[in-house]
């Protein structure tokens, strides 16, 4: 898969995430699509470095204590796992937190008529 695989998309951008065993932060390009959000080394990849399912997950900012970062957002999955994001402005964070609250409750997740 490709970045320009992917039709639909509903935001695209650059972020930064928090590694998962090594906890700094690297710059990947982000793409959230009918319920997904894949991140890229950069905007040119040829394939996603890893893809997050947003279905039923918790989305919110998070403050800079919590993340080591101004303009985080947290995704926490099902799991218990937390994804760790920032953005480089406040706005930019508040209209990431409202583009993956809105793909997190996508009707057709669920399936077709809406049950599981």
């Given at each position: 898969m490709t970045l320009q695989d992917l039709p639909d998309v509903a935001k695209a951008?650059?972020?930064?995430?928090?590694?998962?065993?090594?906890?700094g932060f690297k710059k990947r390009y982000f793409?959230?699509?009918?319920?997904?959000?894949?991140?890229f080394k950069?905007?040119?990849s040829t394939s996603p470095q890893g893809t997050v399912l947003l279905e039923s997950v918790q989305v919110r900012a998070a403050s800079k204590?919590?993340?080591?970062?101004?303009h985080a957002i947290a995704i926490?999955?099902?799991a218990g796992r937390t994804y760790m994001?920032?953005?480089t402005s406040a706005e930019e964070c508040s209209m990431w937190?409202?583009?993956?609250?809105a793909q997190s409750y996508l009707p057709g997740l669920a399936g077709e008529d809406g049950n599981s």
């Amino acid at each position: 898969m490709t970045l320009q695989d992917l039709p639909d998309v509903a935001k695209a951008g650059w972020l930064v995430k928090q590694g998962g065993l090594v906890r700094g932060f690297k710059k990947r390009y982000f793409v959230l699509q009918q319920g997904l959000l894949y991140y890229f080394k950069s905007d040119q990849s040829t394939s996603p470095q890893g893809t997050v399912l947003l279905e039923s997950v918790q989305v919110r900012a998070a403050s800079k204590a919590e993340a080591g970062r101004h303009h985080a957002i947290a995704i926490q999955t099902p799991a218990g796992r937390t994804y760790m994001l920032a953005a480089t402005s406040a706005e930019e964070c508040s209209m990431w937190v409202v583009a993956l609250e809105a793909q997190s409750y996508l009707p057709g997740l669920a399936g077709e008529d809406g049950n599981s």
